[in-house]
């Protein structure tokens, strides 16, 4: 069994930047796929980013390409995605997940049935 924990949501301004933190346990997830999605209130949980093991190999949303970038720790076990130039429409609460692969692929799911780990959400407040 594995546990993801989100942190490094808030509130902040448009334009403003947070750098939110996926901290793993219970297993080793140095090989699987961590993603992270958000859901906004009335909406459904949308992808925005993945990083594969290889470093390189990650993939975004087209609404936050060139704002956002994922990056991960292995050593540390936790993936962070550094938010920039933070728009009202990226309010939401933000889940990260991970998806059990190993070193023979870096292939990314994009969507949530290709994850089989999930955290409870931070929740992201941005103002106009």
């Known amino acids: 069994q594995g546990n993801l924990v989100e942190s490094g949501g808030g509130l902040v301004q448009a334009g403003g930047s947070l750098r939110l933190s996926c901290a793993a346990s219970?297993?080793?997830?140095?090989?699987?796929?961590i993603g992270w999605f958000r859901q906004a209130p009335g909406k459904e949980r949308e992808f925005v980013a993945a990083?594969?093991?290889?470093?390189?190999?990650?993939y975004y949303a087209d609404s936050v390409k060139g704002r956002f970038t994922i990056n991960r720790d292995n050593a540390k076990n936790t993936v962070y995605l550094q938010m920039n130039s933070l728009k009202p429409e990226d309010t939401a609460v933000h889940h990260c997940?991970?998806?059990?692969?190993?070193?023979?692929?870096?292939?990314?799911?994009?969507?949530?049935?290709?994850?089989?780990?999930w955290g409870q959400g931070t929740k992201v407040t941005v103002s106009s």
């Open positions: 997940a991970a998806a059990r692969t190993d070193y023979s692929s870096i292939f990314i799911p994009e969507g949530l049935n290709g994850y089989d780990y």
């Open positions: 990083a594969a093991w290889s470093p390189g190999s990650t």
């Open positions: 219970g297993r080793t997830f140095s090989s699987y796929v």
